[in-house]
């Protein structure tokens, strides 16, 4: 009977799932749960259960195999996987970063918050655009300062928002918290409110007859935009005009990655689509649209972007995967624009 009791016993240490098994089955749930709700808390979960996973698969392994062992194969580990997902990419991909991650909805439906994309160097930005067949219009360093130095009018972000009626428009000012930029007293197509912001939500076409002084001329057309549903109206820039070139937005552009200006609006790693180039003796600078943006990078308040700013353009990406590096990085929250995708 003793025997007996002491078989079982055994058996049942067997059998029994260890603690850490459990961890990892809440993170697997956190984390799924997490990229279908945007919750943020789960997401805070989810990078909690990595830490505690950590320190438990940490100390377990110095209490089986000691600490020097284990600092060891932590160390050689920690080489192979720089080795294997920095050194080795970066080589083969000529590009120091060869990984980003894609943290808003601009790209949609083309990339989706979360994706890992996959770059590769550009090289002679010269052969880029050809083998691309981006356009490029070449401007002189006169008119290209000339627009730098008057910058102002290149952003024309086509939208404000109107207090009463369809044709007050409210002028940009950093003081008017709330307020979105609008530029010239022109018809307002009536839109649809959004969270936070106020009742009556406009989007306005700028007319071209009120950007004769500019390089880059913007002309505006009345698209689709689905929000959650319904599909309602959208005014989108449909073309550009440079000295005298009119240009269209091409679906086929590469899509690039490039790292924003102090000056400008928007910072960090910006992923979108080459739109054109302006060629300024030799220097190119590039103009960049995200394809669930209604604008242009530029109208948006981002300065021309410079060759020298290009980190790569996306050859590959994977779905979700890099939703660990925004949990990391604290960016968990809700983004605005990820519940309404331009319809092409």
Request: hydrophobic residues 45%; neutral net charge.
């Amino acid at each position: 009977m003793i025997t007996l009791r002491s078989s079982k016993s055994t058996k049942a240490k067997k059998t029994a799932i260890k603690p850490v098994y459990v961890l990892y089955a809440l993170l697997v749930v956190s984390a799924v749960l997490y990229i279908i709700t945007g919750i943020s808390l789960l997401g805070a979960v989810a990078f909690v259960l990595v830490v505690v996973i950590l320190a438990v698969e940490f100390g377990s392994s110095i209490k089986s195999a000691g600490v020097k062992k284990t600092l060891l194969d932590v160390g050689i580990s920690v080489a192979a996987a720089v080795l294997l997902f920095l050194v080795l990419p970066s080589i083969l991909l000529h590009t120091s970063s060869p990984v980003d991650v894609v943290v808003s909805c601009s790209m949609l439906p083309t990339l989706h918050r979360g994706d890992i994309v996959i770059l590769h160097g550009v090289g002679s930005m010269q052969a880029f655009l050809s083998k691309h067949k981006i356009p490029v219009i070449n401007v002189s360093s006169a008119a290209f300062n000339s627009m730098l130095k008057n910058m102002q009018s290149e952003f024309l972000e086509p939208y404000a928002y109107a207090n009463h009626n369809a044709s007050e428009i409210v002028p940009y000012a950093e003081s008017l918290s709330g307020y979105g930029l609008g530029y010239y007293s022109v018809p307002c197509l009536y839109m649809y409110s959004r969270a936070g912001e106020p009742d009556n939500y406009y989007r306005c076409i700028v007319p071209e007859s009120a950007q004769q002084n500019n390089l880059i001329t913007y002309s505006y057309s009345i698209g689709k935009e689905q929000i959650p549903g319904s599909i309602v109206e959208a005014v989108y820039t449909s073309s550009i005009n440079i000295s005298g070139i009119a240009i269209t937005e091409n679906y086929s552009n590469p899509i690039i990655v490039y790292r924003a200006a102090p000056n400008d609006y928007f910072s960090g790693d910006i992923i979108h689509r080459l739109y054109a180039a302006i060629n300024v003796n030799g220097a190119y600078y590039l103009l960049t649209k995200g394809d669930n943006n209604p604008l242009l990078d530029i109208e948006a308040m981002n300065y021309p972007v410079s060759q020298n700013a290009v980190v790569g353009y996306v050859v590959s990406d994977i779905p979700v995967l890099g939703y660990p590096s925004l949990i990391v990085r604290g960016q968990i929250g809700s983004v605005s624009g990820c519940n309404q995708t331009l319809l092409h």
